[in-house]
Protein backbone atom coordinates (compact mmCIF):
# COMPACT_ATOMS: atom_id res chain seq x y z
CA UNK A 1 0.00 0.00 0.00
CA UNK A 2 1.02 3.19 -1.32
CA UNK A 3 1.77 5.68 2.42
CA UNK A 4 -0.50 8.56 2.33
CA UNK A 5 0.94 12.32 2.17
CA UNK A 6 1.41 14.29 5.24
CA UNK A 7 0.61 17.47 4.01
CA UNK A 8 2.05 20.33 6.22
CA UNK A 9 -0.04 23.00 6.39
CA UNK A 10 2.11 26.51 6.78
CA UNK A 11 1.92 30.49 6.59
CA UNK A 12 1.52 33.51 8.90
CA UNK A 13 -1.11 33.42 11.78
CA UNK A 14 -4.54 34.42 10.48
CA UNK A 15 -3.82 33.87 6.87
CA UNK A 16 -6.18 31.26 7.03
CA UNK A 17 -4.63 27.33 7.81
CA UNK A 18 -7.48 26.20 9.38
CA UNK A 19 -9.88 27.05 7.23
CA UNK A 20 -8.37 25.77 4.46
CA UNK A 21 -7.39 22.36 5.74
CA UNK A 22 -11.11 21.92 6.86
CA UNK A 23 -12.38 23.41 3.03
CA UNK A 24 -10.06 21.02 1.55
CA UNK A 25 -11.27 17.76 3.95
CA UNK A 26 -15.10 18.91 2.73
CA UNK A 27 -14.28 18.70 -0.81
CA UNK A 28 -12.07 15.59 0.40
CA UNK A 29 -13.82 13.71 2.99
CA UNK A 30 -11.56 10.61 2.57
CA UNK A 31 -8.15 13.25 4.07
CA UNK A 32 -8.01 13.03 7.18
CA UNK A 33 -7.23 16.46 9.34
CA UNK A 34 -4.50 15.98 12.28
CA UNK A 35 -5.92 17.04 15.33
CA UNK A 36 -3.01 18.43 17.30
CA UNK A 37 -2.07 18.69 20.99
CA UNK A 38 -1.59 22.38 22.40
CA UNK A 39 -0.38 23.80 25.63
CA UNK A 40 -3.91 26.08 24.65
CA UNK A 41 -6.26 26.57 26.93
CA UNK A 42 -9.58 24.02 26.11
CA UNK A 43 -12.42 26.59 25.10
CA UNK A 44 -10.11 29.07 23.09
CA UNK A 45 -11.23 27.33 19.85
CA UNK A 46 -10.55 28.24 16.26
CA UNK A 47 -9.34 24.33 15.65
CA UNK A 48 -10.12 21.30 16.91
CA UNK A 49 -7.08 20.31 19.11
CA UNK A 50 -5.88 18.66 22.59
CA UNK A 51 -5.20 20.56 25.22
CA UNK A 52 -2.63 19.89 27.77
CA UNK A 53 -0.47 21.77 30.57
CA UNK A 54 2.79 21.97 30.13
CA UNK A 55 3.93 19.37 32.19
CA UNK A 56 1.26 16.79 30.49
CA UNK A 57 3.07 17.88 27.20
CA UNK A 58 6.58 17.80 27.95
CA UNK A 59 5.74 14.21 29.89
CA UNK A 60 4.21 12.85 26.32
CA UNK A 61 7.27 14.37 24.21
CA UNK A 62 9.43 12.64 26.80
CA UNK A 63 7.29 9.53 25.88
CA UNK A 64 7.64 9.64 22.34
CA UNK A 65 4.35 10.74 22.05
CA UNK A 66 4.86 13.14 18.91
CA UNK A 67 6.20 12.75 15.74
CA UNK A 68 7.49 16.01 15.76
CA UNK A 69 6.51 19.07 17.93
CA UNK A 70 7.87 22.46 18.25
CA UNK A 71 7.38 25.97 20.11
CA UNK A 72 5.68 28.99 19.30
CA UNK A 73 3.34 32.02 20.32
CA UNK A 74 4.44 30.87 23.81
CA UNK A 75 2.80 27.63 23.57
CA UNK A 76 3.76 24.32 22.65
CA UNK A 77 1.97 21.96 19.51
CA UNK A 78 2.71 18.46 19.08
CA UNK A 79 2.01 16.47 16.24
CA UNK A 80 0.77 13.13 17.29
CA UNK A 81 2.16 9.74 16.58
CA UNK A 82 -1.40 8.15 16.06
CA UNK A 83 -1.17 10.14 12.33
CA UNK A 84 1.30 7.42 11.16
CA UNK A 85 -1.42 4.96 11.54
CA UNK A 86 -3.43 6.67 9.05
CA UNK A 87 -0.75 7.50 6.20
CA UNK A 88 0.18 4.00 6.80
CA UNK A 89 -3.03 3.08 5.88
CA UNK A 90 -2.63 5.50 2.35
CA UNK A 91 -4.66 8.31 3.72
CA UNK A 92 -3.59 12.08 2.59
CA UNK A 93 -3.27 13.63 6.46
CA UNK A 94 -3.33 17.35 6.34
CA UNK A 95 -1.40 19.20 9.43
CA UNK A 96 -1.31 22.62 10.59
CA UNK A 97 2.28 23.06 10.69
CA UNK A 98 5.15 25.67 11.93
CA UNK A 99 7.65 26.85 9.30
CA UNK A 100 10.40 26.50 11.51
CA UNK A 101 9.75 22.52 12.51
CA UNK A 102 9.16 21.64 8.49
CA UNK A 103 12.74 20.34 8.15
CA UNK A 104 11.85 17.81 11.04
CA UNK A 105 8.99 17.26 9.34
CA UNK A 106 10.55 16.51 5.92
CA UNK A 107 12.94 14.14 8.20
CA UNK A 108 10.28 12.50 9.97
CA UNK A 109 7.81 11.49 7.10
CA UNK A 110 8.67 9.81 3.75
CA UNK A 111 5.83 11.57 1.32
CA UNK A 112 6.12 15.23 3.06
CA UNK A 113 4.66 18.16 0.99
CA UNK A 114 3.98 21.54 2.01
CA UNK A 115 0.88 23.90 1.11
CA UNK A 116 2.28 27.36 1.82
CA UNK A 117 -0.42 29.64 2.42
CA UNK A 118 -0.04 33.06 1.88
CA UNK A 119 -1.67 36.81 2.47
CA UNK A 120 -1.04 40.79 2.50
CA UNK A 121 -0.29 42.54 5.95
CA UNK A 122 -3.48 43.70 5.59
CA UNK A 123 -5.46 40.85 5.14
CA UNK A 124 -3.47 39.18 7.94
CA UNK A 125 -4.02 41.95 10.79
CA UNK A 126 -7.68 42.42 9.95
CA UNK A 127 -8.55 39.14 10.35
CA UNK A 128 -6.71 37.96 13.55
CA UNK A 129 -8.89 41.32 14.82
CA UNK A 130 -11.85 39.69 13.28
CA UNK A 131 -11.49 35.93 15.18
CA UNK A 132 -10.93 37.64 18.32
CA UNK A 133 -9.27 34.53 19.81
CA UNK A 134 -5.90 36.56 20.88
CA UNK A 135 -5.77 39.87 22.72
CA UNK A 136 -4.20 42.71 20.62
CA UNK A 137 -0.45 42.74 22.02
CA UNK A 138 -0.17 38.98 21.19
CA UNK A 139 -2.18 39.65 17.61
CA UNK A 140 0.64 42.36 17.25
CA UNK A 141 3.19 40.07 17.78
CA UNK A 142 1.58 37.54 15.70
CA UNK A 143 1.89 39.83 12.89
CA UNK A 144 5.60 40.67 13.46
CA UNK A 145 6.61 37.36 12.91
CA UNK A 146 4.49 36.84 9.71
CA UNK A 147 6.97 36.56 7.20
CA UNK A 148 9.52 33.85 7.71
CA UNK A 149 11.53 31.98 4.94
CA UNK A 150 10.60 27.99 4.13
CA UNK A 151 13.82 25.81 4.02
CA UNK A 152 14.88 24.94 0.83
CA UNK A 153 14.50 21.73 -1.31
CA UNK A 154 11.36 21.14 -0.25
CA UNK A 155 7.98 20.17 -2.55
CA UNK A 156 6.05 23.29 -1.71
CA UNK A 157 2.48 24.61 -3.11
CA UNK A 158 2.21 27.75 -2.74
CA UNK A 159 -1.30 29.90 -2.85
CA UNK A 160 -2.77 32.81 -1.83
CA UNK A 161 -5.81 33.44 0.22
CA UNK A 162 -6.49 37.02 -0.21
CA UNK A 163 -9.55 36.07 -1.75
CA UNK A 164 -12.34 34.62 -1.57
CA UNK A 165 -11.98 30.66 0.66
CA UNK A 166 -13.90 28.67 -1.71
CA UNK A 167 -11.75 29.45 -4.55
CA UNK A 168 -8.46 29.17 -1.99
CA UNK A 169 -9.88 25.80 -1.42
CA UNK A 170 -10.58 25.16 -5.30
CA UNK A 171 -7.32 25.58 -6.21
CA UNK A 172 -5.41 23.51 -3.10
CA UNK A 173 -7.75 20.77 -4.10
CA UNK A 174 -6.77 20.83 -7.23
CA UNK A 175 -2.96 21.38 -6.76
CA UNK A 176 -3.76 18.05 -4.61
CA UNK A 177 -4.60 15.99 -7.51
CA UNK A 178 -4.11 13.77 -8.95
CA UNK A 179 -2.49 11.90 -6.08
CA UNK A 180 -5.28 9.96 -4.16
CA UNK A 181 -6.67 12.94 -1.20
N1 LIG B 1 -10.42 33.67 2.41
C1 LIG B 1 -10.92 34.16 3.56
N2 LIG B 1 -11.73 35.24 3.53
C2 LIG B 1 -12.22 35.78 4.68
N3 LIG B 1 -11.94 35.32 5.92
C3 LIG B 1 -11.12 34.25 6.02
C4 LIG B 1 -10.58 33.61 4.85
N4 LIG B 1 -9.79 32.59 5.27
C5 LIG B 1 -9.86 32.58 6.63
N5 LIG B 1 -10.66 33.58 7.08
C6 LIG B 1 -10.93 33.95 8.49
O1 LIG B 1 -9.68 34.47 9.01
C7 LIG B 1 -9.50 34.09 10.38
C8 LIG B 1 -8.18 33.32 10.51
O2 LIG B 1 -8.31 32.07 9.85
P1 LIG B 1 -7.70 30.73 10.46
O3 LIG B 1 -7.98 30.63 11.93
O4 LIG B 1 -8.13 29.63 9.55
O5 LIG B 1 -6.14 31.07 10.24
P2 LIG B 1 -4.82 30.28 10.65
O6 LIG B 1 -3.85 30.53 9.58
O7 LIG B 1 -5.17 28.86 10.95
O8 LIG B 1 -4.40 31.05 11.93
P3 LIG B 1 -3.45 30.58 13.15
O9 LIG B 1 -2.18 30.09 12.59
O10 LIG B 1 -3.29 31.83 13.95
O11 LIG B 1 -4.26 29.52 13.88
C9 LIG B 1 -10.71 33.23 10.77
O12 LIG B 1 -11.62 34.06 11.46
C10 LIG B 1 -11.29 32.79 9.42
O13 LIG B 1 -12.68 32.58 9.47
O1 LIG C 1 5.24 30.99 12.56
P1 LIG C 1 5.36 29.51 12.36
O2 LIG C 1 6.55 28.90 13.02
O3 LIG C 1 5.23 29.10 10.92
O4 LIG C 1 4.06 28.86 13.04
C1 LIG C 1 4.02 28.77 14.40
C2 LIG C 1 2.70 28.30 14.88
O5 LIG C 1 1.76 29.33 14.58
C3 LIG C 1 0.54 28.81 14.37
O6 LIG C 1 -0.01 28.55 15.63
P2 LIG C 1 -1.52 28.86 16.06
O7 LIG C 1 -2.33 27.77 15.45
O8 LIG C 1 -1.87 30.22 15.52
O9 LIG C 1 -1.51 28.85 17.56
C4 LIG C 1 0.88 27.57 13.61
O10 LIG C 1 -0.17 26.67 13.71
C5 LIG C 1 2.16 27.05 14.21
O11 LIG C 1 1.91 26.08 15.21
Not at 145 to 169: E, M
Amino acid sequence: MKPGRLIAVVGPSGVGKDSVMRGINEVLPQSHLVRRVITRAPELGGEVYDPVTVPEFQAMARDGAFVVHWGAHGLHYGIPVSVRYQLNKGTDCLANFSRGALTAGADAFDNFLVLNIIASPKTLASRLAARGRETPDEIAKRLAQAVKPLPQGLNVITLSNDGDLSQTVARAVSALQPASV
